[in-house]
């Protein structure tokens, strides 16, 4: 079976599982906090390490997220640890996201832009997406800062790309003289 039919399954399951107890925003708090977790290096060798028995590995994921997580969250936890897939918790962390987001409707977008921008452009461009057929019916903006754009601002869409930055105008603008074969007059 494939790696992305486990996690999905896995994803699924815990998620059906919320909305019957009515804990699903809880539930996927809980994944987000894991994925936060997950960032670790040393726990991500924890959790990819086959020398370390599933007892140790609930030890660790006892004082980490025992006290923290809903009580069917850590359960769900160890559960996948004592079916031996626990390499796949980040995987299965982000299939519940995925799965949560679909269910909601919820697009993400990706904003790339060389500075800080002002709450104000935030509000026109969720505006803007949502008189767009780029969206569903909700959205969460994702914003980064990449000075490398020089100005203007990148906005991924799930696989659509528009890029409003300097740099790309500024490869452009090269890209045409050099095909146009100017020729330097003395």
Request: charged share 30%; aromatic share 8%.
């Given at each position: 079976m494939?790696?992305?039919?486990i996690?999905?399954?896995?994803?699924?399951?815990i998620?059906?599982?919320?909305?019957?107890?009515?804990?699903?925003?809880?539930?996927?708090?809980?994944?987000?906090?894991?994925?936060?977790?997950?960032?670790?290096?040393?726990f991500?060798?924890?959790?990819?390490?086959?020398?370390?028995?599933?007892?140790?590995?609930?030890k660790?994921?006892?004082?980490?997220?025992?006290?923290?997580?809903?009580?069917?969250?850590?359960?769900?936890?160890?559960?996948?640890?004592?079916?031996?897939?626990?390499?796949?918790?980040?995987?299965?962390?982000?299939?519940?996201?995925?799965?949560?987001?679909?269910?909601?409707?919820?697009?993400?977008?990706?904003?790339?832009?060389?500075?800080?921008?002002?709450?104000?452009?935030?509000?026109?461009l969720?505006?803007?997406?949502?008189?767009?057929?780029?969206?569903?019916?909700?959205?969460?903006?994702n914003?980064?800062i990449?000075?490398?754009?020089?100005?203007?601002?990148?906005?991924?869409?799930?696989?659509?790309?528009?890029?409003?930055?300097?740099?790309?105008?500024?490869?452009?603008?090269?890209?045409?003289?050099?095909?146009?074969?100017?020729?330097?007059?003395?």
């Open positions: 494939s790696v992305h039919k996690t999905s399954r896995y994803a699924r399951s998620i059906e599982l919320a909305q019957e107890q009515g804990i699903l925003e809880e539930v996927i708090e809980n994944a987000k906090f894991f994925k936060m977790v997950a960032k670790n290096r040393g991500m060798r924890l959790l990819r390490n086959p020398i370390y028995k599933p007892v140790t590995k609930l660790v994921f006892s004082a980490l997220f025992g006290n923290k997580v809903n009580k069917i969250f850590y359960r769900f936890l160890e559960l996948v640890v004592k079916k031996g897939r626990e390499s796949l918790l980040p995987l299965i962390m982000d299939d519940i996201l995925l799965q949560y987001k679909s269910m909601q409707k919820i697009t993400d977008i990706e904003l790339t832009t060389a500075s800080e921008m002002p709450d104000e452009f935030i509000a026109k969720k505006d803007v997406l949502k008189k767009s057929s780029l969206i569903e019916e909700n959205m969460e903006i914003t980064h990449d000075k490398s754009i020089m100005g203007g601002f990148i906005i991924k869409i799930n696989d659509k790309l528009i890029d409003s930055s300097v740099k790309t105008k500024l490869k452009a603008i090269e890209k045409n003289i050099i095909e146009t074969k100017y020729i330097k007059v003395i």
